[in-house]
């Protein structure tokens, strides 16, 4: 039976080792469970329109998080901040349409909901070429399964770039804190 454990953990690493090697690292599915009624539970801090996509991205951060979250200090363990994307509504040109105000028209249901969640610890088994802190990643469908085969390197190197204390790895919720909560 020790045999048998042995084996498996040295495949297990191995695995790891591999995975790494080969630049991809898979994170988050399951440490990160899916919010559901996120968008009633959490509250809305930002609306980014990407005409490159064809979508309307919505961030949404846990209300304890929010409360507990102060500005130019890591953000809190437990924080669950989710990115969640509905397609922008198309004029006959083919081309995101906009209202009075120059914003992007969403369209229908979460066509993608993606989260960012701190945990003690987390990050302790991640290279250090792709360590955010303890932060995972999770990609999820509409419906709350995970996405299949989803990499994560995109997420932690584009992260990566904000690791000072004040942005703690994050884009929109730093400045969200800084313009909006003092202290």
Known sequence: MRKLKLAVAVIGIAALSLTVAAGSLQAGPERITF???FEHKFTLYGIIDRPDL?????FYVDRPSLK????????P???????ADKKAKLGSDGQPAVDKDGRMIAEGGWIKVQLQKKGKGWGDDHPANMKNGDWEYASFNADGTPIADQKYDICF???NN?????EDFTFL????????KRG
């Not at 064809?54 to 919505?58: A, C, D, L, P």
């Not at 507990?68 to 953000?75: L, M, Q, S």
């Not at 363990?77 to 990115?83: A, E, I, K, Q, R």
């Open 35 to 37: 919010p559901t009624d």
């Open 54 to 58: 064809k979508i309307v991205r919505f």
């Open 68 to 75: 507990a979250a102060k500005a130019g200090k890591p953000v």
């Open 77 to 83: 363990y437990g924080t669950t901040l989710v990115m």
């Open 157 to 159: 190197g584009c992260h």
């Open 162 to 166: 904000r690791q000072s204390a004040s």
């Open 173 to 180: 919720f730093a400045p969200y804190l800084r313009d909006h």
